[in-house]
């Protein structure tokens, strides 16, 4: 894909709002398209504008894939292709080869955004590789972005699917709402805590134990695991 099919429009950028329900953030690159034009994988920055690390350079966007995909994991695919590492040398190899491709199409991501390197997530890729598969989004998202032969299990997984999604054809017609405003405002819990330090943090939870009814039980009212997560 070239620099003028990458470049995201605005109306991919409502595309993309679409398609996840919520509003798109930090999207640098378009990372793969759809026959007809439309976004199917997002390419996020390194590090997010509120400055939390975004190891998941490659996001699946698209609703007919994604649910799909879903299928696979339901149906224990991932864990099959983690047992399969562990006994086939060279499918290992190609495995890791696909983790080595990311964190190079990483950097350069990182580059061209001008968001440069981001050392809390060097050496770290996604998805499990190179080891395990925990996402499959994550492996055809990159298989999708980079091209057959890149990610093994991500171009096995794009097989697997046959039945559902395939390159040739689009899919987007009612995968998505298209009437109204696009969304506008992400209410997930954790969007209200990323970025903060781990003193803002403790700050928030002070508040909230304060804000606590006195018959209440002291108990585990800790952050939610996102929140968490957003440290």
């Not at 398609?19 to 997002?42: K, S």
């Not at 080595?100 to 950097?107: D, G, V």
């Amino acid at each position: 894909m070239d620099i003028a099919q990458r470049t995201p429009t605005p109306e991919d950028l409502d595309t993309l709002s679409r398609q996840l329900g919520r509003p798109v953030r930090d999207v640098v690159e378009i990372g793969a398209r759809c026959v007809c034009g439309n976004p199917l994988v997002a390419t996020t920055a390194p590090r997010l504008g509120n400055g939390i690390p975004f190891p998941t350079t490659y996001y699946l966007t698209h609703p007919v894939i994604t649910s799909a995909v879903s299928r696979l994991e339901a149906a224990g695919v991932m864990t099959e292709m983690t047992e399969r590492l562990s006994r086939d040398p060279e499918l290992a190899l190609a495995y890791r080869g696909a983790h080595e491709a990311y964190l190079q199409a990483r950097s350069e991501i990182g580059a061209r955004s001008g968001v440069g390197d981001v050392p809390e997530i060097a050496g770290v890729s996604a998805g499990g590789m190179p080891d395990r598969v925990k996402c499959l989004h994550v492996l055809v998202g990159h298989s999708l972005a980079a091209g057959p032969g890149v990610n093994p299990l991500g171009d096995e997984a794009l097989e697997l699917i046959a039945e559902w999604w395939t390159r040739e054809r689009c899919y987007c017609a009612g995968a998505w709402d298209v009437q109204g405003q696009a969304p506008a405002r992400d209410l997930s819990r954790h969007t209200r805590t990323q970025g903060l330090s781990p003193e803002e943090l403790d700050a928030k939870r002070a508040a909230r134990q304060d804000r606590r009814p006195a018959a209440e039980p002291a108990g585990n009212h800790e952050l939610s695991r996102n929140e968490e997560d957003a440290q």
